[in-house]
C-alpha cells in the first residue's frame, strides 16, 4: 500500500518552496502585530518597548537584535525545564512524525501513558484520574463545572486577590479587579479574604482569616457550596504564599459545608516550589479536585484536572469535550517534563538556587528602603514596592520604572500584584547557581539606577 499522498510527494520534491518566510525587521514585526491582531491580544505588553525574542536556550533568551537575557518570568512560568530542552524537543520531533492529532473519540497510548505517570505524582491512598485540556484558564472552567455537578450545590468560593483565567468561568473565580471585565460573569460566586501576611485586613495570622471564611459561607451563600478555590501561593497577585495552618482549616470549613476543595497549581506546580511536585504538599492537605497548566508542557499547549475518581465519574452521562484535549504531542512533551525534573533533580534545584536568589531579594532590601516586603517558595518569589514601610502605599509608578531597568540590565522579569507594585521572579528549573551573581549584579544596578533617576 503507498504510505504517502501525491500532495506529500510535491511537498517533498520541493520542500523550499513550502519552507514560510519569517521577518526579523523590529519595525516589521510591531507593524504586522499592531495590523492583524484585535485589540484584546494586543493589551497585554508590559515593555515600553517591545520586547521580541528570536531564541531561548535553557534560562535565556536573546531578541532579535542578539540581545542576551537571563530568564526570570519563564514566560509567564509556562517553561519549566529550559528552553529547547533536547528530551522534550526529542519527543514531540518524534510523536509529529508519527501522528501529530488524534482526537479523544479514538484511541492513543499516549496520554494514557501520560495520566498513568502523572496521577503517580499524587498522594497515595486514592484513586486519581485525569482529564487533558489545552489551558489553565479552560481547566479551571471544568473544575468548577465539575464541583456543581458532583455536589449538586451551586455556591463557589474564592480568594480575594486570587487569579484563576481570563475566560468566562475562570474570571468569575478571580478577585482582582484589573483581570475582570465589566460585564455579568457568573453567579454564585463569593471572595473570601486572603490571608496575605504583609497585606491582609487581619495582619499576620490565621484564625481571622478563617472566621472570614466562615461568615462568607454563612452570609454569602446558601451555607451548602459546590467548593472552593485555592492558590497555595497566589502568583499574578504578586507571589502571596497562603500560611501554614491555613489551607487545613479551610479544606475542613469547605467540606463541612458540602463543598470540593480545589487547587490551583497552574503556576506553583511541576516542582516549582521546591518541596515536592505540588505546593500544596507541604500544608498536609489532600485536595479534591487539582489544576494544572503552564510548566506541564514546557510551553506547548496543555492543561489537566486531575481528581479523585469519585468525583470525575459525575461527568459520566454527560457529553464533555475539548477538540484538542489530549493531543498525543503535547501530551508526549508532558511525559518529557516528568522525566526531566525526575532524572535531573531539578525540585532539589529549585530549592537550592531558589533559596539563594531569596538571599539576594532580602539583600536588596536590607539596601533600598523602597522594598517593603520580600517572600516566597523555591523558584516563585518577589520583591514588593512601597513608597514608605509603614504605611505600605505602594509604589506603583517606581515599580514600572524598575521593570524597565531590569530589561536594560539583562532580565526578563514581570511586574504584577493588584498594584502592579510587585517584582515576579520565577526562573526556569534549570537555571544554576552560576546565575545567581548575574542576577544580583543586575538587580542591584537595577535599583542603584532606580534611584539615581537613570530611567529608560
Not at 519549566?80 to 526529542?90: D, E, H, K, L, Q
Not at 501520560?114 to 489545552?134: C, D, I, R, S
Not at 470540593?260 to 485536595?287: K, M, N
Request: a negative charge; charged letters at 20%.
Amino acid at each position: 500500500m503507498k504510505t504517502t499522498t501525491a500532495v506529500s510527494d510535491r511537498i517533498n520534491a520541493d520542500i523550499d518552496h513550502f519552507t514560510l518566510p519569517v521577518e526579523w525587521d523590529t519595525d516589521a514585526i510591531v507593524a504586522r502585530r499592531e495590523k492583524y491582531y484585535a485589540a484584546s491580544q494586543r493589551a497585554f505588553v508590559p515593555y515600553r518597548t517591545p520586547l521580541i525574542f528570536k531564541r531561548g536556550q535553557d534560562q535565556y533568551l536573546w531578541d532579535e537584535k542578539g540581545n542576551q537575557y537571563l530568564d526570570c518570568l519563564s514566560q509567564n512560568l509556562c517553561v519549566s525545564i529550559g528552553y529547547n530542552n533536547p528530551a522534550v524537543t526529542a519527543a514531540v520531533q518524534y510523536q509529529a512524525t508519527q501522528i501529530q492529532h488524534c482526537t479523544t473519540m479514538f484511541f492513543h497510548p499516549v496520554p494514557a501513558h501520560f495520566a498513568e505517570e502523572l496521577t503517580a505524582k499524587f498522594p497515595a491512598g486514592e484513586e486519581w484520574v485525569v482529564h487533558f485540556m489545552n489551558s489553565g484558564a479552560e481547566a479551571i472552567d471544568f473544575a468548577l463545572l465539575l464541583a456543581r455537578a458532583h455536589t449538586g450545590n451551586n455556591d463557589i468560593v474564592s480568594l480575594a486577590n486570587a487569579y484563576h483565567g481570563a475566560t468566562f468561568g475562570a474570571q468569575s473565580v478571580t478577585g482582582i479587579s484589573n483581570f475582570r471585565h465589566n460585564i455579568s460573569l457568573l453567579n454564585g460566586i463569593q471572595f473570601a479574604p486572603n490571608p496575605d501576611q504583609y497585606r491582609g485586613i487581619h495582619g499576620e495570622g490565621v484564625e481571622p482569616y478563617l472566621d472570614d471564611l466562615n461568615r462568607t459561607i454563612q452570609f454569602g451563600t446558601s451555607g451548602h457550596i459546590a467548593g472552593m478555590f485555592f492558590e497555595p501561593i497566589q502568583g499574578y497577585g504578586g507571589i502571596v504564599p497562603l500560611p501554614q495552618g491555613y489551607l487545613s482549616g479551610a479544606f475542613d470549613r469547605v467540606r463541612a459545608a458540602g463543598g470540593l476543595c480545589i487547587v490551583d497549581e497552574v503556576q506553583s506546580g511541576f516542582g516549582r516550589t521546591g518541596e515536592g511536585y505540588w505546593s500544596f504538599s507541604s500544608h498536609a492537605v489532600i485536595p479534591d479536585i487539582v489544576v494544572l497548566a503552564k510548566g506541564i508542557g514546557n510551553g506547548y499547549p496543555l492543561g489537566a484536572v486531575v481528581a479523585k475518581r469519585h468525583i470525575a465519574e459525575a461527568m459520566a452521562n454527560k457529553f464533555y469535550f475539548n477538540t484538542y484535549g489530549a493531543n498525543p504531542v503535547s501530551c508526549s512533551a508532558g511525559r518529557a517534563v516528568l522525566k526531566v525534573i525526575d532524572d535531573c533533580d531539578l525540585i532539589d534545584n529549585a530549592r537550592q538556587v531558589g533559596a539563594a536568589l531569596l538571599e539576594v531579594l532580602i539583600k536588596m532590601k536590607s539596601k533600598y528602603d523602597i522594598i517593603g516586603d520580600v517572600r516566597g517558595r523555591g523558584l516563585m518569589m518577589a520583591a514588593e514596592l512601597v513608597i514608605d514601610r509603614d504605611t505600605k502605599q505602594p509604589a506603583t509608578e517606581e515599580m514600572d520604572q524598575l521593570f524597565q531597568l531590569t530589561r536594560k540590565h539583562g532580565l526578563v522579569a514581570s511586574k504584577s500584584g493588584a498594584h502592579k507594585n510587585v517584582l515576579r521572579i520565577c526562573p526556569p528549573l534549570c537555571i544554576q547557581m552560576e546565575d545567581v551573581l548575574f542576577f544580583e549584579q543586575a538587580i542591584d544596578q537595577s535599583f542603584a539606577d532606580l534611584y539615581a533617576g537613570k530611567i529608560t
